[in-house]
């Protein structure tokens, strides 16, 4: 009896520890990768404003959200990665210059690459390339519940752009919301 | 077994009238049965929607504190209900209260799963959804398996199915780990060895191969479902002679391999296009003939189940195959005049191996 009730406890303590753990390395992770990650800014393609921020979570579209990939590549499929590489530019813009299936080997010291899943790919048979949509795990932002208005208030006419984190293995993380250059809602790590 | 008690609710009076049976036989056969029922009852019913019910007011209550809580305490929040949960279905294990323990159990793999929302949400995390569900089914599975509950591993087979359906609707490929998932948590029923857990193993994985259909070379593959269906009824038919432990599963297997069967041939006849006449009516043949065999199988065996499933297969058949050729080359009075023929033809078939059957015993 004695033995059974050690077990009991044993095993609880067991599925406790272990699914904390699993939902601690969650939020480890993605701290590493907020705070230790390079920052990138992103413009955010602008939509009707008056549906931006409509629901408690903002759809976030991006110039690097569609991709070509050139002639000969190795075709896309729905779901498989993509690595897009970005350069920054003399403005201090991030603009999209290659991208493909396979990880570059090397990037200068001016450029980071992004991993993505392909959503939906199509050929340009004209061409001979691939064009796809990517997500990139960077599309969604949250909002506190009733505070859509207020933001979008805020954003109005201006020009609204996102604060990336990229990890060395190309892994991305939303940070915040820039409008107008101002950082706006950049949340903090805990 | 409800159905069961009032079935003796009739036949023991009418058995002790008879005179085949005493007062006191009768008495003991009631007793018997009702020590032995394992009937759902309403109590656990009630703990585990009441888990379910308190798991989502424990998320409602992070999500609308949102603002005032600063992350670490929405984090320690959800930590400690996980906590609680399970630390109270301990408590109800030790004072002799197992359904209601196993409520408690499934209401922490709900905060589980709750967490991992609420995590990705708090991060804007957007990554790839399926992942998400994978990891909630695999810590169901591990609730399960550890604290030996039933509920929870339901839950991880439940969540496997979502997870592969999730991925195969994202891809449009098949999505082969999920016999993976399937099999993990298969063989965790079948060492608790609880039957209800196999038959639910049973349905997801039949739906998961009918899916093969839509998605093997290009969405044409019914033809590989229609196979595996075959197979798996001809295996059921001969579990018996196989293995005496496994020969209560023959039933079941039937049932299901000719339900797979069923619903690729339903899909060559219908969802296909450019079916050729001629191949639809071989094919009408074969369905009509699977689901009448199907009827004959239930009928022998006297599994209502089976029964059941001819009929409905039998009424989709016709009425697909109605609105199929409402306006065709064949028209629909001639097809019912074909198709009735056929089942005329094979009922004297039956029949005369019935009776042939009859004088040889």
């Not at chain 2, 810590?139 to 195969?168: F, H, I, K, Q």
């Not at chain 2, 198709?339 to 078939?349: E, H, K, Q, S, T």
Request: hydrophobic share 50%.
């Amino acid at each position: 009896m004695m033995s059974e009730r050690r077990n009991l406890w044993l095993g609880i303590a067991v599925v406790v520890a272990g699914q904390i753990g699993v939902l601690g390395w969650m939020v480890w992770d993605r701290v590493h990768l907020l705070s230790s990650g390079r920052e990138i800014v992103l413009e955010v393609v602008p939509v009707d404003p008056r549906s931006l921020f409509r629901g408690d979570y903002v759809i976030l579209n991006y110039d690097i959200s569609r991709v070509e990939t050139p002639r000969g590549k190795k075709r896309l499929h729905r779901g498989s990665l993509i690595f897009s590489t970005l350069q920054k530019t003399k403005d201090g813009k991030w603009k999209l210059t290659a991208a493909g299936p396979e990880r570059p080997e090397s990037v200068g010291p001016d450029q980071v690459v992004l991993k993505g899943r392909v959503r939906f790919a199509s050929r340009v048979a004209r061409r001979g390339s691939n064009v796809a949509t990517v997500n990139y795990g960077i599309e969604s932002f949250f909002i506190p519940e009733g505070t859509g208005r207020e933001l979008e208030k805020l954003v109005g006419q201006k020009k609204l752009a996102a604060l990336i984190a990229v990890d060395e293995s190309g892994n991305a993380a939303l940070k915040g919301l820039i409008v107008d250059g101002e950082r706006v809602y950049e949340e903090p790590l805990f | 077994m409800r159905s069961y008690r009032s079935r003796l609710d009739n036949d023991l009076p009418r058995w002790r009238e008879a005179g085949w049976l005493t007062a006191e036989g009768e008495a003991s056969i009631r007793k018997d049965v009702a020590s032995h029922s394992r009937s759902l009852e309403l109590a656990p019913a009630l703990a585990i929607i009441g888990a379910v019910l308190i798991g989502f007011a424990a998320m409602s209550f992070i999500a609308a504190n949102w603002d005032e809580m600063s992350r670490l305490a929405r984090l320690a929040l959800i930590f400690a209900s996980l906590g609680t949960a399970y630390g109270i279905a301990g408590i109800l294990f030790e004072r002799g209260y197992p359904a209601f323990a196993h409520a408690a159990i499934l209401a922490g793999v709900a905060l589980f799963g709750a967490g991992i929302m609420l995590i990705a949400q708090m991060f804007h995390m957007d990554g790839h959804p399926p992942d998400a569900v994978l990891t909630w089914a695999l810590g169901a599975l591990g609730a399960g398996v550890v604290l030996g509950s039933n509920p929870a591993l339901a839950l991880a087979m439940l969540l496997m199915g979502l997870w592969s359906g999730w991925e195969m609707v994202e891809s449009g490929v098949v999505h082969w780990p999920f016999l993976l998932g399937w099999g993990a948590v298969t063989a965790a029923f079948l060492w608790r060895w609880w039957v209800p857990g196999l038959q639910f193993a049973a349905v997801v994985l039949s739906i998961w191969i009918i899916c093969l259909g839509y998605l093997l070379f290009d969405g044409h593959g019914h033809g590989v479902v229609v196979g595996v269906g075959l197979l798996v009824g001809a295996a059921g038919l001969a579990l018996p002679s196989l293995s005496e432990r496994w020969s209560a599963f023959s039933t079941p297997a039937v049932a299901y391999g000719m339900t797979i069967a069923f619903a690729g041939l339903f899909a060559l006849q219908f969802v296909e296009e450019n079916v050729p006449l001629f191949g639809l009516i071989l094919l009408a043949i074969a369905t009509l003939t699977l689901v009448l065999a199907g009827i004959g199988f239930g009928l022998r065996t006297s599994s209502s189940a089976a029964l059941w499933l001819g009929y409905g297969g039998f009424s989709l058949e016709v009425l697909a195959l109605y609105f199929k050729t409402v306006g065709t080359l064949l028209g629909s009075s001639l097809f019912f005049f074909a198709a009735g023929f056929i089942v005329i033809a094979l009922a004297a078939v039956a029949y005369r191996l019935h009776a042939r059957m009859e004088a040889q015993s």
